[in-house]
């Protein structure tokens, strides 16, 4: 894996196993890769129960939620508390709305949506 410094955002950006990952912070955390690497275990292994916490904050937004696909992962707060964001966005009928889902331990600790 290879990561790069997108100036514009002020972070890091890689890919892992197709999921695009970012994090804060100068010098570029080299440990981001295994923890790249565990986050990716758990969104597998989780999928069904992530993707209905995604369904569920999108209960009152008339959008497709079938289009629900993963934007980015952040691990800004995974070396303190081994906490990663996966942030979900969808098709043009989501608009600007898009759904947050926590992970700390390996479990789904927070989940909310807005625009």
């Known amino acids: 894996?290879?990561?790069?410094?997108?100036?514009?955002?002020?972070h890091w950006i890689f890919q892992c196993e197709g999921i695009e990952f970012n994090l804060s912070g100068i010098p570029f955390?080299?440990?981001?890769?295994?923890?790249?690497?565990?986050?990716?275990?758990?969104?597998?292994?989780?999928?069904?129960?992530?993707?209905?916490?995604?369904t569920a904050c999108l209960e009152?937004?008339?959008?497709?939620?079938?289009?629900?696909?993963?934007?980015?992962?952040?691990?800004?707060?995974?070396?303190?508390?081994?906490?990663?964001n996966i942030a979900f966005v969808g098709d043009e009928s989501w608009g600007d709305f898009g759904v947050n889902v926590f992970i700390t331990d390996g479990r789904i600790a927070d989940a909310y949506g807005g625009d």
């Not at 009152?60 to 990663?84: G, M, Q």
């Open 1 to 10: 894996m290879t990561a790069h410094y997108d100036v514009k955002l002020k």
């Open 29 to 54: 955390e080299t440990a981001a890769f295994a923890w790249a690497r565990a986050a990716v275990a758990v969104i597998r292994s989780q999928d069904g129960e992530i993707r209905s916490r995604v």
């Open 60 to 84: 009152n937004w008339p959008c497709d939620k079938a289009t629900a696909e993963i934007l980015s992962v952040n691990l800004n707060d995974y070396a303190k508390s081994k906490t990663f």
